[in-house]
């Protein structure tokens, strides 16, 4: 039976999320495999690896270390080889693959978007009724978290 923070998936969101009223911004989000639930997602300016970090730290603070992370192919997570190298050996870690291998993190890396369903459809939901909520709160700057 599957069990709460074994697997999260990772992705992010880059929207409108703010309309005309401020700057594009892009919604790291974190989603339990198991239960659907968001344990933590933040705003940023754009997708890297500090906003990763910082999504995995409050994960890490408040509910643990997970099993594993699923992910896509960006950049954050893994590190191309060029096409000359022919070598067998075992692809170079990012930072975020080397705090992963320190923390006991498995990590697995999807080879398409609708492999990681889960997190894709709370992108989409989010990016649907999130979008409609800023709008009414009046929102339009991302609020800095001491």
Avoid: C
């Avoid at 639930?37 to 730290?57: I, K, M, N």
């Avoid at 191309?80 to 070598?87: A, L, Q």
């Avoid at 459809?121 to 001491?146: H, I, K, P």
């Amino acid at each position: 039976m599957p069990q709460e923070g074994i697997l999260l998936q990772l992705d992010a969101s880059p929207h409108a999320w703010l309309e005309n009223r401020g700057p594009k911004l892009v919604l790291l989000l974190a989603i339990d495999d198991a239960t659907g639930t968001v344990p933590y997602a933040l705003f940023r300016e754009q997708e890297d690896a500090s906003g990763y970090f910082e999504l995995l730290r409050v994960i890490i603070t408040q509910h643990g270390i997970p099993l594993g992370v699923y992910t896509d192919r960006d950049a954050v997570f893994r590190v191309e080889r060029s096409p000359s190298n022919g070598s067998k050996d075992a692809a170079p870690l990012t930072q975020f693959g080397r705090a992963l291998r320190e923390l006991g993190i498995t990590h697995v890396i999807a080879h398409s978007p609708e492999a990681k369903g889960r997190v894709e459809r709370a992108n989409g939901t989010f990016q649907d009724r999130l979008v409609a909520e800023l709008r009414l709160s009046g929102a339009s700057t991302v609020g800095r978290q001491l």
